[in-house]
């Protein structure tokens, strides 16, 4: 099987060689990317970080950015008061973001005002993260909050790229489809004493972050029967389940986590467990879990900013598994984690019949896949590398 090299997503971070923090806040970026949370789906070693801060001998500028070597392009500007008042500087910008412009919605500019001399003096005309207004947190919520924001960006990127892939005739112009939302369903017990207060206090974050949060209480619609409208609703919607104490024995909230499981969205579990969970239900495994204490709900940024990493990585693995599937025969299907038996039950049901099932890497441990092996002996479980590999046995 041949396997394009070009990047679906590259990142290119730029700063002014005289701004102290730039490289800094660029590693950051670069070990984000580049982690194992992303290599795992991406292949390789993650998303491409490149940085662009020191000119060439003579220059004043950096090389400018290829914004076509990769399927899309992100070019992130750390712009300080050194940046803004360097007329060449300024200009490399602009020049930038009118290539990004009319590329359409293949490459954006992000740039990201470290002070506020950066909106003031206008250096390029996109809208800016304002890291310059966030004066009351710490460096690491600060950081968090960038990742965040850059993060759904690149989801709605990749998205686009998804949707050209799947239907030629959407343009590279559609703005309104990019504009569309994240929808985030937060899924909780209104049966013990934390579920419906920490519920309604990620709605809130999530809506104040930009995001679309489905909250049962309030959007469901008068006359529509609750459990279609939710049903429907976790199939199109990236999953928080707030684990109280409760959690595991509501029946809503069991057919909720199935319901996401079965459709591949994306899921992370906040422990929010107080005291005891006399029954753990067994089909949140295999997806991030944060901890959050139940009274202080001191950790929602971790939370929905570890849910948008796995929005981005779910269309990452979308990317590669429309390569995959390039070479690949009928009987072989995709999964976004590591398979479970819930997954091999959804299995029996698909046609045509799959007898191969490709995951993300790492391999699963010898112990795991025996067990998964008996419970589902003719369908072969690969990893994506074991997959390109050709492995057969």
Request: proline share 6%; hydrophobic share 45%; charged share 25%.
């Given at each position: ?336 984690r590591p398979p479970e038996l819930i997954v091999l039950t959804e299995l029996k049901e698909m046609t045509p019949k799959r007898s191969v099932l490709v995951y993300p890497d790492p391999p699963i441990g ?18 994506a590398t074991e997959f390109l590999a050709g492995v057969t046995t």
């Amino acid at each position: 099987m041949t396997v394009s090299t070009k990047p679906f997503l590259a990142i290119y971070v730029a700063w002014h060689p005289s701004f102290a923090g730039g490289e800094k806040l660029a590693r950051c970026l670069f070990e984000h990317y580049r982690r194992n949370l992303y290599q795992n789906v991406a292949g390789g070693t993650g998303i491409p970080v490149l940085y662009k801060s020191t000119p060439p001998a003579g220059a004043v500028v950096p090389i400018d950015v290829d914004m076509e070597e990769a399927e899309t392009t992100a070019l992130v500007l750390l712009v300080d008061e050194n940046w803004a008042n360097s007329a060449e500087w300024v200009a490399w910008g602009r020049k930038h973001s009118d290539r990004a412009d009319a590329l359409g919605l293949r490459a954006f500019v992000f740039p990201v005002a470290v002070d506020r001399k950066a909106i003031d003096t206008g250096v390029v005309p996109e809208q800016a993260v304002r890291w310059d207004q966030w004066r009351g947190d710490t460096e690491a919520v600060k950081l968090r909050r960038i990742l965040t924001a850059l993060s759904y960006e690149f989801c709605r990127m990749l998205r686009q790229y998804l949707e050209r892939l799947q239907q030629p005739s959407v343009s590279d112009q559609d703005l309104e489809h990019y504009l569309k939302r994240v929808e985030v369903f937060v899924s909780h017990s209104k049966h013990d004493e934390h579920g419906v207060r920490i519920a309604e206090k990620i709605r809130i974050f999530v809506q104040d972050a930009g995001y679309d949060a489905f909250f049962d209480v309030i959007n469901i619609p008068l006359g529509q029967r609750f459990d279609r409208v939710l049903l429907l609703k976790v199939k199109k919607s990236a999953l928080v389940a707030v684990h109280t104490d409760s959690y595991s024995s509501r029946e809503w909230c069991r057919k909720e986590m199935i319901q996401a499981k079965k459709n591949d969205v994306p899921v992370v579990v906040a422990d929010c467990i107080s005291d005891i969970d006399e029954r753990g239900f067994p089909y949140m495994a295999n997806v991030p879990i944060v901890r959050m204490d139940p009274a202080k709900i001191d950790r929602i940024d971790v939370v929905v900013g570890r849910l948008i990493d796995e929005v981005l990585k779910d269309f990452l693995w979308k990317c590669r598994v429309k390569v995959f599937e390039a070479g690949a025969s009928t009987n072989v299907a995709f999964v976004p984690r590591p398979p479970e038996l819930i997954v091999l039950t959804e299995l029996k049901e698909m046609t045509p019949k799959r007898s191969v099932l490709v995951y993300p890497d790492p391999p699963i441990g010898a112990e795991e896949l025996e067990l998964l092996s008996k419970a589902a002996p003719d369908v072969r479980l690969l990893s994506a590398t074991e997959f390109l590999a050709g492995v057969t046995t």
